[in-house]
C-alpha cells in the first residue's frame, strides 16, 4: 500500500471524503498533474514541481489544500498566515466541497506554471 492511501485510510470521516473528493478534483484538472508523497503528506506535482498539498489546519482542525505558489494570488478566501510563499484554503468537511472556488484556484495555479511565472521540466 503506498502512503498516500495508508494516509487517507487512516482518517476518519467526513475528512477522509473530503480528501478524496479534493484527490479526485485536483487531478481531473491537467493530465500533467501526479500524486506524490512529500514531507509525510499527500502533495501534487506539475510536470515535477511541487504544485499543492492536502493537510489539516492544527488550529481550527480543518482540511485545506495548500497552493504552493499561493504568493501569487489574492483571492480573500485564501489564507497567507505565518508563510512566505504558500497560502491555504480551509475547508469545512461537513458541507458540500466549494468546486468552483477549487477549480478556479487549481486552474489559476496550473496556469502560472504553464506560462513560465514557476519554470517547469519541459
Not at 75 to 83: A, H
Request: with cysteine; proline share 7%; charged share 30%.
Amino acid at each position: 500500500m503506498k502512503a498516500s492511501e495508508n494516509y487517507y485510510d487512516q482518517l476518519e470521516e467526513p475528512v477522509k471524503s473530503c480528501f478524496l473528493a479534493l484527490h479526485h478534483l485536483i487531478l481531473s484538472q491537467d493530465k500533467d498533474i501526479v500524486p506524490a508523497w512529500k514531507y509525510g503528506m499527500p502533495f501534487f506535482c506539475y510536470k515535477g514541481k511541487m504544485f499543492c498539498y492536502l493537510w489539516t489546519h492544527k488550529k481550527y482542525r480543518q482540511p485545506y489544500i495548500g497552493i504552493v505558489e499561493g504568493k501569487h494570488f489574492d483571492e480573500p478566501f485564501l489564507l497567507q498566515e505565518d508563510r512566505s510563499r504558500m497560502k491555504i484554503m480551509l475547508l469545512d468537511p461537513n458541507k458540500d466541497l466549494p468546486a468552483e472556488q477549487i477549480d478556479a484556484v487549481v486552474r489559476k495555479a496550473i496556469n502560472l506554471y504553464k506560462t513560465g511565472v514557476i519554470p517547469v521540466k519541459k
